[in-house]
């Protein structure tokens, strides 16, 4: 019953921007807290990355040094967000939103979506 769905990836020139973003829904009726939520993307032949993570509250948002100062993440209950500002061809890949749940103040599962796709090109 829990999903997560992302939204918003497209073709975008160089410089232009971007807002993906990330429904998850099903944690109440499974009686789960979501916990830490996550944007990572994956590039053609390459790992997948972590690009931006926001805790539960309280704790620090961190983000990949290769998209500092050009990518926000937010957070609103059960929505997540990612704000991409100054696009760069090196952006190109397929982001997915991640999102950890559990019980009593632990997390035991985590959850992703299917990915949005995010083409960088002139």
């Known amino acids: 019953q829990v999903q997560i769905v992302e939204s918003g990836g497209g073709l975008v020139q160089p410089g232009g921007s971007l807002r993906l973003s990330c429904a998850v829904s099903g944690f109440t009726t499974m009686h789960l807290t979501i916990y830490d939520m996550r944007w990572f993307r994956q590039a053609p032949g390459k790992e997948r990355e972590l690009v931006a993570h926001?805790?539960?509250?309280?704790?620090l948002i961190t983000y990949a040094d290769s998209v500092k100062g050009r990518f926000t993440i937010f957070r609103d209950k059960n929505l997540v967000y990612l704000q991409m500002n100054g696009l760069k061809p090196e952006d190109t890949a397929v982001y997915f939103c991640?999102?950890?749940?559990?019980?009593?103040?632990?997390?035991?599962?985590?959850?992703w979506g299917q990915g949005t796709e995010v083409t960088v090109s002139s």
């Open positions: 926001v805790p539960d509250g309280g704790g």
């Open positions: 991640n999102a950890d749940g559990g019980r009593d103040g632990r997390a035991s599962e985590t959850y």
